[in-house]
């Protein structure tokens, strides 16, 4: 099983990126998924989830109305839209995925994929 996570960069602050996640060696049928994120010095924190179904998401304070999370389960896919982008969304991003739901993603994924560096500058 791997999550591939990319599109992590260099922004200036207010830009926007777009990180993608691909899954592949077995169905996520009933996963949800998700972003996670760490920056320097600091925990591993949630950033946002999406249901199996897309029907259902979950965001970060820090990200609410800033970063979108949409999922396509024909190509096995998750993305996280990030905009407005800050300084402090500087961290390493992971994408991750668990059964069932969304709260059991956020206590404890099943599968992580590697990180994705998403640096913003002042």
């Known amino acids: 099983v791997q999550l591939q996570a990319s599109g992590g960069g260099l922004v200036q602050a207010g830009g926007s990126l777009r990180l993608s996640c691909a899954a592949s060696g077995r169905t996520f049928s009933g996963y949800a998924m998700g972003w996670f994120r760490q920056a320097p010095g600091k925990e591993r924190e949630f950033v946002a989830a999406?249901?199996?179904?897309?029907?259902?998401?979950r965001y970060a304070d820090s990200v609410k109305g800033r970063f979108t999370v949409s999922r396509d389960n024909a190509r096995n896919t998750v993305y996280l839209q990030m905009n407005s982008l800050k300084p402090e969304d500087t961290a390493v991003y992971y994408c991750?995925?668990?059964?069932?739901?969304?709260?059991?993603?956020?206590?404890?994924?099943?599968?992580w994929g590697q990180g994705t560096l998403v640096t913003v500058s002042s």
């Open positions: 999406v249901s199996w179904s897309g029907g259902t998401t």
């Open positions: 991750a995925a668990g059964p069932g739901l969304i709260a059991s993603l956020r206590q404890s994924p099943d599968y």
